[in-house]
């Protein structure tokens, strides 16, 4: 019962807090309209930096398919394995698409700053290489195979019983 008093006493106290305020519903809505207006405002003041941002993706995307062609021909000439290759060219278009959305980023909100988004992939690499450091351990272990090339396409290998030819040398 000394709950209830006081849940009730509780209710009475946050009714009579706001009703007793002077704040009407028309000031409420006028409040809330003003708010939207503001918040319209910005979000027109911002659309050149982001029209600005989406052109740098656009251009990203095509330099990516460029570094691809740019990486992809001269590794064809020095490097045997195809699959060493196909990391390598991966590799350039994943870093070249992480440094074009890195300037968008930046042009679309002036507030981040080239040094906070520096600090955040560091950060955030160490949180996912502890999350995946099993796929990361995988992921080495087959760039070393490629490097190595302790077997080739077309090999016969035994596995512990278990016989089988290589048909394909990727990264799990």
């Given at each position: 019962?000394?709950?209830q008093?006081n849940?009730?006493?509780?209710?009475?106290y946050?009714?009579?807090?706001?009703?007793?305020?002077?704040?009407?519903?028309?000031?409420?809505?006028?409040?809330?309209?003003?708010?939207?207006?503001?918040?319209?405002?910005?979000?027109?003041?911002a659309?050149?930096s982001?029209?600005?941002?989406?052109?740098v993706?656009?251009?990203?995307n095509?330099?990516a398919?460029f570094?691809?062609?740019a990486?992809?021909?001269?590794?064809?000439?020095?490097?045997?394995?195809?699959?060493?290759?196909?990391?390598?060219?991966?590799?350039a278009f994943?870093?070249?698409?992480?440094?074009?959305?890195s300037?968008?980023?930046?042009?679309?909100?002036?507030a981040?700053?080239?040094?906070?988004?520096?600090?955040?992939?560091g950060?955030?690499?160490?949180?996912?290489?502890f999350?995946?450091?099993?796929i990361?351990?995988?992921f080495?272990?087959?760039?070393?195979?490629?490097?190595?090339?302790?077997?080739?396409?077309?090999?016969?290998?035994?596995?512990?019983?278990?016989?089988?030819?290589?048909e394909?040398?990727?990264?799990?």
């Open positions: 019962m000394v709950w008093n849940k009730l006493a509780s209710d009475r946050i009714y009579l807090k706001i009703f007793s305020s002077n704040l009407t519903m028309g000031a409420i809505i006028q409040q809330i309209k003003t708010s939207l207006l503001n918040l319209l405002g910005q979000a027109i003041e659309m050149p982001i029209a600005a941002a989406v052109v993706i656009v251009l990203t095509t330099a398919k570094v691809s062609l990486v992809s021909a001269p590794t064809q000439q020095t490097v045997k394995s195809l699959s060493l290759r196909s990391l390598l060219v991966q590799i994943a870093l070249t698409w992480a440094a074009g959305s300037i968008a980023c930046v042009i679309a909100f002036p981040l700053r080239p040094g906070d988004i520096i600090g955040l992939l950060l955030g690499s160490v949180a996912v290489s999350a995946f450091q099993d990361f351990k995988n080495l272990a087959g760039i070393l195979m490629l490097l190595h090339e302790p077997f080739q396409l077309g090999d016969q290998i035994v596995v512990e019983g278990f016989e089988g030819t290589v394909e040398i990727s990264m799990r």
